[in-house]
Structure formats: structure tokens, C-alpha cells
């Protein structure tokens, strides 16, 4: 149960060594340069039950989400975390969510979109390692740092490249913009401007499928719920009411807290009385863990198990991911107030170079190959970026659209009819 | 001089106003609509002593009339010795609502504080949970701001939530989830999701409940895109705007109002709705047109006895829909009156009185002819004191005053 997880003293934890008071201390970093944590050496076996032990030395450890944690053994023989097409897999979709955001970026600065645009680059470890492992038709929100969300659910780079564009091929037909993404099909539940604000959809998002499975008695009905957010909003009240209620109802819900240690300019530490976030889980009974979010492999196996928890109807997990994003806040952030050496510590750790380096010296790929998959995205981006150029804008006839699913909403003009009917809504020129 | 009187609505096929009376002393008579759905054809039928006055100016006040409204002297099939239908109070026609559709749609749950044992604070939910199980009827934490946001996930997702604010006071505490996703949501997704849900609760000014629980919200949310709000104001229209709220695909606050959940009526035995964006004729008449809702209704009636003893013919308009307005009933009546009084419960900043006078002046400002008086609350917060807190909303005697006013 909870206390499965109450963690033990980490060895180096960075945020632990900066003092609340001043912010231009050098960021101790931890001893030797750190070591690929993802790499085999460090890590045990895998058992092929669902109950993984993994346990950490050093700094970013891992806790398996299982009811006991047995004692971890040396193996002789460590075996790899994935196979060949897994890590391909995976090494694919953080390029695609890198190169789209530096894109956009470019984009931005070319006038092609506008307002605020967050982006994503240096957290791709967490959209990949927790998203790659969902079916479709489970279910996930985001915050307004939603575009590689969006991407490694499937939802296709064209469509969100447009999106941005502000086109009417957009997901959300140019309505939404970066902030909102969503997706029907692909189950992306948004995409929310405000913090804190998609904690609770995504609740109850997992409320119907627990109510599926008990009350309409789809019987294989597991859809499970991931709710990203960041370390800002764990001080927000949502995420505490939420934190009761999953766990009150055990709904199938994980909660990943991408702690990039600032919102905006506001540092994790300065705003928060207690800044171990996976210390609340257990508040509220329900696991808390901490995983190293520069590590797509730890991410991934943490998530296994949590998805597993909550697929078997065992209930929600709060999962924080400790990780950074490379760039300001926004692209309109001049981001002067972090420290160069701490963006340098963890651009050492850059998730894709650290996956990179494990593909090729566990000899699941090969320079040439990774290469090849880095020029598809690049074609793959072009083509988004051409189709989203080329999409029309809407046209003023889509004003009017959407507001209410039932048109019928706008109620009844003064002759009669619904304004609905009148010719002039189809050309978004009606008073409504 | 007997004067038939055919409410004319939009097309709407399923609405229907019956008559309909109350035990709370007072004769209401609600002419039918042309498009009823039930199979009895009867008809109001006013009556007056003497021919009614078309020229306020020059009237004759001494037409003694007994009722505010006609008496159903001679009503053909609808009610009097077979008594079909069967009365209920007014909480209990929201109950029976909502049962229904729970019955007619397994995604229909209901979620809020106190809903599920303990039937709900004012018993709307009264005996649900044993019915339908606890997840369907769900007693939620004090977290307004996600629960609701909760039921409108839920709502994205396939199920179509029936959100209870135990105040509606209560609800401004999700004033976040309310404006941002239940408004937005099916904008910012391009239309790819919808947010079925129906958000109720009571609100009004009550009995000395003091300043936080007499609040009246429908000027705060109707501001926000991509909601609709409507006020029911009888067990008739109450279990009817439940239903239709439900099976809307819309979002849809409906404000019920804790002094009325008492009232009784007889409600017919068959399935039916009220039209969410219709307005109501309870009192047809001539002189002047009283546009109102919820519990100011019976206000207005009580002084509309008062006037037609003066001599005076209101037209009595129960607007029910507060977003959207139904312009075509509320304009026909313009038309007809020349003159508009306005009154409600919210206050009189920014209040639903004051969409109405714009949205009055732009339509039909030819029409007028005297200007749109509008009778609100005070613009203070609803103090403890009986004495101040009459004084507070809208009286009857205040509203004789007015039409006397405008009638000049």
C-alpha cells in the first residue's frame, strides 16, 4: 500500500541542495558525473510477474509500485529493459517531440503563430515513457504544454502543426490553438490554459470508466487516465481535491507531476513548503513515487506498473517525474533567472542522447539507423509544416460553430424561429 | 366577451403549457400552446365581466373582477371529476424528473454533496441512491470546483452528469470549471466534445438564511458562452426544464429557488418536457407586459389581483429561459402591450433585468411606448433581518406601484 513508498533518503538530490533563500548558489551538482541511470548495470532484472523491484543507489531512484518491495539482489546477467523495436519506438517519438517544438519555435519567430506557446524540449522522457504504454481508448490531459502530449498520443503532426497555425485543418478546427488540444479520436482530453484545470477532468474522465465497468457493465472496460501537470500546480488546490477523490473512489487514474522545479520564473523550492511532491500521495492513501524524468526507461517502467494499478481497479498513483525543460517558460520567457549551471547539469542528461547512447552500446541499433529515423522526422515535420502553410484559415462562417452542440442554444429570434435557422448563422453574421 | 388565446412558440413539437393550478391560493391559468402533444384539446378561456379595455388611457376601472385570472367555469376535458395525473410538490416533481430520465438513459448519475444518502438537501434526490446504487448517485466530497469538474470530464467522456450545488451560492466556488470547460470546452475542441450536463441547485433569497445563502447567481453565469440557464418556477415547468435539461446535449444551469419547492400541482401521468428556450404565458392580458421568473412570478400574480381589481390587464410572461431570451414570445407581447415591466429576483447591476431591457430595446424599440421599467432586488447583500430583507427583493405592492406608473 502507500507505505510501500515512503522513500528513503536519496543520496543527491539537487533540489534538496539548493538553499529556499538563494537562488544564485551554484546548484551542487551530484558526484561523478552521473552516470546514464539508465543503464543496465544499475538496474535488476526484470521478474516476469507484474511486481518490479527496482531500487536505486544513487540519485533518481526508482520505486516499483507493488505491495512489497523485496530486497534487490545482484544479478550476473542483467537482461535489457526493451527490445530493438520498443527503443526505436521510443527513440522516435522524443526526436519527433523535439524537432516538432524546435520547429514551432522557428515558426513562432517567422510570424506563422502567435500568443503563448510552450514548449516542450527536455521533457520528452515523460510524454514518451508514460504515453507510448497506453492503448487508445485510454485517456489523456495535459496542461497547456500539451504539444508533444498530443504527438505521442498519436494525435498526427500535420494536424497539430495546423492547429498552431490557427488553420481550420487544425484538431480543433483552429479554435483551440496551443493551449487546447484535444482529440476525440486519440482520447487527448486537452490541453487546459489554466493550472490545475484539466486535474479534474481528467477525473472524471476516469470516473466513466470505472462507471462503465460498474454501473453499464462493460466488463472489460479498463481505460486508464494519465493527468500531466506541473510542479506550480501542486500547490493548487484542484490537485488536493482531486488526490482525495481518485483515491476515495480508486478510479484508474495516474497523476504525473512534471517537476521542471519552475513555474515560470518561480522556483519550485520557493513556492512550496514541502518540495517532495510525491510525499502527498501517501496524504491521501495512495502511492507516492519519484522517478528520474530524464530517464525514458525508469519512466517507462515506473509507469508500467502504475498503468498496471490502476488497469486492475487498485486505484490512482501520484508519479513525479523530476525533469527540465531546456527552454524559458514560453517563447515569449527571456528565462534570466535560472541558473546557466543548472541548465547545464541537466542538458547532460538530455533524455534522447541518454536513449541514443543505450541503443547503441546494448547493440539494440546502430548510428546509421537512428540517423535515418532523425531524417524521417525532419521530412515528416516539412510536410506538416507545407500542409499546415497550404490549409485555408477559417472562414467567418466558423464563428458561430461549436459554441453550443445543440445549436439550438441560441434560442429564438423575435420572428419566431430558432436563430439557428436563420441564413445568416451559417455565414457567422447572425445577432445572437 | 370570452377571448381565446393561442400561445404561439417556435417549433418546438414537445411543449406544452396545460393548465395548471396550485393549492398555494392563488388560480394560475396557463392557455395551452397550439403544438401540445396531449391529446386534449381544451383551451383557456378568459373571461371578464365587461369588454376589455383596449385603451389604457381612457380606461373605466370599475370592472370588478374577482380573480386575477378566469375561472375555469366550464373547461371541456381537462381536469375537475376524472382528476387524471397526480399532485406532487414541487421537489418531488424535480425527483420524479429526474428519475425518469435515470430510468430512460444509464449514463444519467448524479453527483454533489449529500445527494446520495441523505436524499439531498432539499430531497430532490430523495431515495435515488438506494435505487440506483451509489456511483450512480454520488455523494462527493466539499470540492465544488472539482466535482464539477469531475462531471464535466465525466460529461466528455460519455456519461451526462446531473451536477448538484447544495446553494447555488455554493457553485461560485466553481465558478472556474463552470466559465472555462463547461463553456468552453466544445469551442476550444473544435466541437469534438460535449458537455452534457445539467448544473441545478436553489439560490434565491429564503427565509433569513442570511447574505451567502440568498444569492442569486443567474447575473453572474450568464455572461458565459456555451451555457444555458433556465429558472423553473412550478412543479409543471420544474419536472419539465429537468428533463429537457438532461436530454440536451447543451450545458444547462437550471436554478430552482428554495422558497418555491413546496408548492404543489398536478402533473399529468405521461412523458413530457418544456421547450428550454421558451418562455411561459401565464396570464394573458392587454395593458402593460410583466416579464418575470421564478419566485417573483407569484409576486406578479399576487399584484396582478391587486391591478385587475383596479382595472388594469397585465400580460404575465414567465421568461424561464434567462439564456437564451425567447424573443418571439416575449416580442409578440411587446406588440401587443406597448409597455414592459420587468421583474426579478437579481440585483440590479448587470442582472438578467438588464440583458432583458437591452435586448427589449434593440428588438423592439419602435414598439414601446413608454420606457422599460425594471424592478430588481437592491444591490446589497441580503441582510439577516426579516425587516431588511423584505424590503430587499421586489414586493407586490411595489409592483401595483409600477404599472400603475407606466400606465399613465
Known amino acids: ?432 | 366577451m370570452a377571448a381565446i388565446f393561442q400561445g404561439v412558440g417556435a417549433a418546438a413539437p414537445l411543449s406544452s403549457s396545460p393548465s395548471n393550478s396550485f393549492d398555494s391560493n392563488k388560480s394560475v391559468f396557463s392557455p395551452r400552446r397550439s403544438f401540445s402533444v396531449r391529446k386534449r384539446a381544451s383551451f383557456a378561456v378568459v373571461r371578464s365581466d365587461g369588454i376589455v379595455n383596449l385603451n389604457p388611457k381612457g380606461r373605466s376601472a370599475q370592472r370588478l373582477i374577482s380573480n386575477a385570472v378566469a375561472t375555469k367555469a366550464d373547461s371541456p376535458a381537462a381536469s375537475s371529476s376524472s382528476k387524471p395525473g397526480h399532485e406532487l410538490l414541487l421537489f418531488e416533481a424535480l425527483q420524479e424528473g429526474l428519475e425518469e430520465e435515470m430510468e430512460r438513459d444509464p449514463r444519467v448519475c448524479v453527483m454533489g454533496e449529500d445527494v446520495g444518502h441523505y436524499g439531498g438537501s432539499y430531497k430532490v434526490t430523495k431515495g435515488l441512491a438506494k435505487r440506483f446504487g451509489d456511483l450512480r448517485v454520488l455523494d462527493t466530497p466539499i470540492a465544488e470546483n472539482s466535482f464539477t469538474g469531475m462531471g464535466i470530464g465525466a460529461a466528455m467522456t460519455g456519461l451526462r452528469p446531473v451536477i448538484e450545488g447544495m446553494n447555488m451560492g455554493f457553485l461560485l466556488l466553481a465558478f472556474n470549471q463552470i466559465s472555462n470547460n463547461c463553456g468552453m470546452l466544445h469551442y476550444t475542441s473544435g466541437g469534438q466534445f460535449t458537455i452534457p450536463v445539467v448544473i441545478r441547485g436553489p439560490g434565491g433569497v429564503g427565509r433569513q438564511l442570511g447574505a451567502e445563502h440568498s444569492q442569486r447567481l443567474e447575473s453572474y453565469f450568464q455572461s458565459i458562452p456555451g451555457i444555458q440557464m433556465v429558472a423553473c418556477s412550478t412543479p409543471y415547468n420544474a419536472k419539465g426544464l429537468m428533463k429537457a435539461a438532461i436530454r440536451s446535449e447543451n450545458p444547462v444551469i437550471l436554478f430552482e429557488h428554495v422558497l418555491l419547492y413546496n408548492l404543489k400541482e398536478r402533473l399529468p401521468d405521461e412523458d413530457y418536457i418544456c421547450n428550454l428556450e421558451e418562455a411561459e404565458m401565464v396570464r394573458p392580458g392587454e395593458h402593460v407586459t410583466i416579464l418575470t421568473y421564478s419566485r417573483m412570478r407569484y409576486h406578479v400574480m399576487q399584484a396582478a389581483k391587486t391591478l385587475v381589481n383596479k382595472g388594469y390587464d397585465p400580460e404575465v410572461i414567465d421568461i424561464r429561459s434567462l439564456k437564451p431570451f425567447d424573443l418571439h414570445t416575449i416580442g409578440n407581447s411587446v406588440k401587443k402591450t406597448h409597455r414592459v415591466l420587468i421583474v426579478e429576483e437579481c440585483m440590479r447591476t448587470g442582472g438578467i433585468g438588464a440583458s432583458l431591457t437591452a435586448a427589449i430595446t434593440e428588438n423592439f424599440n419602435d414598439y414601446l411606448d413608454a420606457p422599460i421599467m425594471c424592478l430588481s432586488s437592491q444591490d446589497v447583500p441580503t441582510p439577516y433581518a426579516g425587516t431588511l430583507e423584505e424590503v430587499t427583493v421586489v414586493q407586490p405592492a411595489q409592483i401595483v406601484t409600477a404599472v400603475e406608473q407606466i400606465c399613465q
Not at chain 1, 538496474?43 to 533518481?60: A, C, E, T
Not at chain 1, 510524454?127 to 498526427?156: M, N
Not at chain 1, 534570466?336 to 541514443?356: F, G
Open chain 1, 1 to 432: 500500500m502507500a507505505t510501500a513508498f515512503s522513500a528513503p533518503k536519496f543520496a543527491a538530490q539537487p533540489f534538496t541542495t539548493i538553499s529556499p533563500t538563494s537562488q544564485h548558489k551554484p546548484l551542487k551538482i551530484p558526484t561523478a558525473a552521473s552516470p546514464f541511470l539508465g543503464s543496465t548495470r544499475k538496474l535488476l532484472r526484470l521478474s516476469s510477474s507484474s511486481q518490479l523491484n527496482l531500487r536505486r543507489r544513487s540519485s533518481g531512484s526508482v520505486f516499483a509500485v507493488s505491495d512489497v518491495v523485496k530486497e534487490k539482489k545482484p544479478t550476473p546477467i542483467p537482461s535489457l529493459l526493451i527490445t530493438k523495436e520498443e527503443g526505436l519506438e521510443l527513440y522516435e517519438d522524443m526526436v519527433l517531440g523535439r524537432s516538432f517544438e524546435d520547429m514551432c519555435a522557428q515558426m513562432y519567430y517567422r510570424g506563422k503563430m502567435f500568443g503563448f506557446v510552450h514548449l516542450y524540449n527536455g521533457q520528452e522522457a515523460v510524454s514518451t515513457g508514460f504515453i507510448k504504454l497506453l492503448k487508445q481508448q485510454d485517456s489523456v490531459v495535459s496542461t497547456y504544454r500539451d504539444h508533444v502530449h498530443a504527438l505521442s498520443k498519436g494525435v498526427p503532426a500535420r494536424a497539430v502543426m495546423s492547429e498552431l497555425f490557427g488553420k481550420t485543418t487544425g484538431c480543433c478546427r483552429g479554435q483551440g490553438g496551443s493551449m487546447h488540444m484535444f482529440s476525440s479520436e486519440h482520447n487527448l482530453i486537452g490541453g487546459f490554459a489554466f493550472i490545475g484545470e484539466g486535474i479534474p477532468v481528467a477525473t472524471g474522465a476516469a470516473f466513466t470508466s470505472k462507471y462503465k465497468r460498474e454501473v453499464l457493465k462493460e466488463a472489460d472496460c479498463d481505460h486508464v487516465t494519465l493527468a500531466f501537470f506541473g510542479d506550480g500546480t501542486c500547490n493548487n488546490g484542484q490537485f488536493f481535491e482531486c488526490l482525495n477523490m481518485a483515491a476515495l473512489w480508486k478510479l484508474p487514474i495516474v497523476f504525473v507531476v512534471e517537476n521542471n522545479l519552475w513555474a515560470i520564473g518561480m522556483s519550485h523550492l520557493r513556492a512550496t513548503s514541502d518540495p517532495q511532491i510525491y510525499k502527498k500521495g501517501p496524504a491521501f492513501g495512495m502511492p507516492g513515487v519519484h522517478v528520474d524524468g530524464m530517464d525514458v526507461l525508469k519512466v517507462r517502467e515506473v509507469a508500467k506498473e502504475a498503468i498496471a494499478r490502476a488497469r486492475r481497479g487498485e486505484g490512482p498513483t501520484l508519479v513525479e517525474c523530476e525533469t527540465y525543460r531546456f527552454r524559458g517558460h514560453s517563447l515569449a520567457d527571456p528565462d534570466e533567472l535560472r541558473d546557466p549551471t543548472e541548465k547545464a547539469h541537466y542538458a547532460a542528461r538530455d533524455p534522447i542522447t541518454a536513449l541514443k547512447k543505450y541503443l547503441i552500446e546494448n547493440n539494440l541499433s546502430g548510428e546509421a539507423e537512428l540517423k535515418a529515423i532523425d531524417k524521417k522526422i525532419d521530412e515528416l515535420l516539412e510536410d506538416a509544416v507545407e500542409f499546415a502553410d497550404e490549409s485555408p484559415l477559417p472562414p467567418r462562417s466558423q464563428l458561430l460553430e461549436n459554441v453550443f452542440a445543440d445549436p439550438k442554444g441560441f434560442g429564438i429570434g423575435p420572428d419566431g424561429r430558432y436563430r439557428c435557422e436563420d441564413p445568416k448563422f451559417t455565414q457567422g453574421t447572425a445577432h445572437v
